[in-house]
């Protein structure tokens, strides 16, 4: 039996981890994508208008390694949120981007550290995410959301966008994916202990944890 293509493997593994996804309640409607930059520099992403719970492979959207468009569905209008992530992020292998619903109610809130939106409340948070810097409300599709999200990734592989919703890049699909989640739950515990005294790690905590990945 002849082994799968790399490029068979990533259209694959992007269908299973949109489904993931979706199924889960993480995204909704035809909202967010997903995007994975293969060895040669080619990139395959979600296209527009796709449901992540129901991507077929052959319909994603390839990309040159320049950025041209060379086939599949018409791509998203968001595909430049993903070029800009993998630009800041040079070991970054595959990007994820959901309208989520804690993220995004975090993203509304007023009077939020701009350079570090959640607190360091678990060791998994600091471990996956590590900071979180929020970017600027911008009109979709406005091409100073992207100098924006790029300058916020160069210190950080997750950037939260005001209003809008988390972009995140991992070193593969599965730790995009699980980055991702992990900022989704730490939103919603951020978010049902709004109000209270909050007890986080401290920066000798966040310290040990970040010297260990």
């Known amino acids: 039996m002849a082994a799968l293509s790399e490029e068979t493997r990533t259209r694959d ?8 996804i979706f199924d ?5 409607g035809s909202t967010g994508n997903i995007s994975v930059k293969m ?3 080619r990139m395959l992403m979600t296209p ?5 719970g129901s991507l077929v492979p052959e319909q994603l959207s390839l990309f040159s390694a320049e950025g041209v468009h060379l086939g599949g569905d018409k791509p998203t209008k968001e595909a430049f949120l993903h ?9 970054g292998k595959a990007v994820v981007h959901l309208h989520s619903t804690y993220s995004v109610a975090v993203s509304i809130l007023k009077d939020v550290d701009e350079k570090d939106v959640l607190p360091p409340l678990t060791a998994y948070y600091v471990m996956r995410v590590g900071t979180l810097p929020l970017v600027p409300y911008f009109r979709p599709g406005d091409e100073k959301l992207a100098t924006a999200v790029q300058e916020a990734a160069a210190t950080s592989n997750a ?3 005001a209003n809008h919703g988390p972009v995140v890049a991992g070193r593969s699909l599965e730790e995009a994916q699980y980055a991702t989640e992990e900022l989704e739950e730490t ?4 978010l049902m202990l709004h109000g209270r005294e909050l007890r986080p790690l401290s920066p000798t905590q966040r310290e040990e944890l970040t010297k260990s990945i």
Do not use: E
């Open 13 to 20: 593994n992007i269908v299973r981890a949109g489904k993931s």
């Open 24 to 28: 889960r309640g993480l995204t909704f």
């Open 39 to 41: 060895s040669d520099g």
């Open 48 to 52: 527009t208008n796709a449901s992540l």
């Open 83 to 91: 070029r800009c992530m993998y630009c800041a992020r040079q070991h």
């Open 159 to 161: 950037v939260l966008m």
């Open 187 to 190: 939103a919603k515990l951020f």
